[in-house]
């Protein structure tokens, strides 16, 4: 007999600066993160206690100096760069009949491993 499973997703993203490195300033570089999770410029200015025009131009400043179109096209470019690291998970957790959430929750943990994105550099 074939019992029901309901399946949970939970995902996650986690993104890093690269330090030390040759393109960015590193009030340019603070700002990659949030908008790499989607925040806009206004939260930006607001978690990092800045005013939103600083934040603005610390985009603009670096979007200029990577040659990005908008703000897709820099996060793209400075994860091909190495500037920006982005770790992705996503956790599966089995709801079946007879065991409750906590203990899915702990099977499903051992067996999963956050995933890293990287990007592989083209030998021109």
Same mark, same amino acid.
Not at 14 to 38: D, I, M, R, S
């Given at each position: 007999?074939?019992?029901?499973?309901?399946?949970?997703?939970?995902?996650?993203?986690?993104?890093?600066? /690269?330090?030390?490195?040759?393109?960015?300033?590193?009030?340019?570089?603070?700002?990659?993160?949030?908008?790499?999770?989607?925040?806009?410029?206004?939260?930006?200015?607001?978690?990092?206690?800045?005013?939103?025009?600083? /934040? @603005?131009?610390?985009?603009?400043?670096? @979007?200029?100096?990577?040659?990005?179109?908008?703000?897709?096209?820099?996060?793209?470019?400075?994860?091909?760069?190495?500037?920006?690291?982005?770790?992705?998970?996503?956790?599966? /957790?089995?709801?079946?009949?007879?065991?409750?959430?906590?203990?899915?929750?702990?099977?499903?943990?051992?067996?999963? @491993?956050?995933?890293?994105?990287?990007? /592989?550099? @083209?030998?021109?």
């Amino acid at each position: 007999m074939v019992q029901a499973a309901h399946f949970k997703g939970v995902f996650g993203m986690k993104a890093e600066v /690269v330090k030390n490195n040759p393109f960015l300033t590193p009030k340019e570089t603070g700002n990659l993160p949030f908008l790499a999770k989607g925040d806009s410029p206004r939260q930006i200015s607001e978690l990092r206690c800045r005013s939103i025009i600083t /934040v @603005r131009r610390q985009i603009e400043s670096a @979007r200029e100096k990577l040659g990005a179109k908008n703000v897709a096209h820099l996060i793209a470019i400075a994860i091909q760069k190495g500037i920006l690291n982005i770790s992705i998970w996503l956790l599966m /957790v089995v709801s079946v009949p007879g065991i409750d959430d906590d203990q899915a929750a702990r099977v499903s943990r051992t067996r999963l @491993r956050p995933v890293r994105i990287r990007t /592989v550099r @083209r030998k021109d």
